[in-house]
């Protein structure tokens, strides 16, 4: 099974600032990634799809990058509905899907 | 509107069963492939099972191998998974999740982008 490993765990961070968040494969998954946003209590809601293209609806603060093993999602400015767990997935294989462990975006 | 509604959630003892099912409408829903994720209380999301739009092809997480049943009626626009000899490790809410696809038959990129609300499984004597 393709393992993602996803860093940091959790991020504290303000209003407006800009924030990274890592996701590692244990196996080249070419640009088959995607991410999720999850806020308490509710269902995820995909944001990019094959590493770097933006869900429809989903602001433009939000970008994706990467291939093969390493990607990373992107908020150019964090604002107060940003604050969430935030999961990468993988699809290389359509049926057989990973997660990452997620990562908490806390407000500093 | 795009929907997916959950039921069949609830208590049980452990070793015994559920069926969970999830409703689709607003789509066409026998051209996706369908999917069940769960979470666990405080925990991430896990990936438990997977169907092709015409049910030929179907994958299961390791650790629900041999005890979960995925099935679809495309007819009904329903999605279901039959869970026996559940475990305390199994209570999470369970997600029905669209898997939608993009690109051309040599490259296609699939993610989920239509998930319900959820359902919650206790597993608990």
């Known amino acids: 099974d393709i393992q993602m490993t996803q860093s940091p765990s959790s991020l504290s961070a303000s209003v407006g600032d800009r924030i990274t968040i890592t996701c590692r494969a244990s196996?080249?998954?070419?640009?088959?990634l995607n991410w999720y946003q999850q806020k308490p209590g509710k269902a995820p809601r995909l944001l990019i799809y094959?590493?770097?293209s933006l869900q429809s609806g989903v602001p433009s603060r939000f970008s994706g990058s990467g291939s093969r093993t390493d990607f990373t999602l992107t908020i150019s400015s964090l604002q107060s509905e940003d604050f969430a767990t935030y999961y990468c997935q993988q699809s290389y294989n359509a049926l057989q899907i990973t997660f990452g462990q997620g990562t908490k975006l806390e407000m500093k | 509107e795009e929907q997916l509604v959950e039921s069949g959630g609830g208590l049980a003892q452990p070793g015994g069963s559920l069926r969970l099912a999830c409703e689709a409408s607003g789509f066409t829903f026998g051209t996706y492939a369908m999917s069940w994720v769960r979470q666990a209380p405080g925990k991430g999301l896990e990936y438990v099972s997977g169907i092709s739009n015409s049910g030929g092809s179907i994958s299961y997480a390791d650790s629900v191998k041999g005890r979960f049943t995925i099935s679809r009626d495309n007819s009904k626009n329903f999605l279901s998974l039959q869970m026996n000899t559940l475990r305390a490790e199994d209570t999470a809410v369970y997600y029905c999740a669209r898997l939608a696809r993009t690109g051309d038959p040599f490259n296609y990129y699939h993610y989920m982008d239509v998930w319900g609300k959820g359902t919650t499984v206790t597993v608990s004597s």
């Open positions: 094959a590493a770097s």
């Open positions: 196996q080249s998954i070419r640009t088959y």
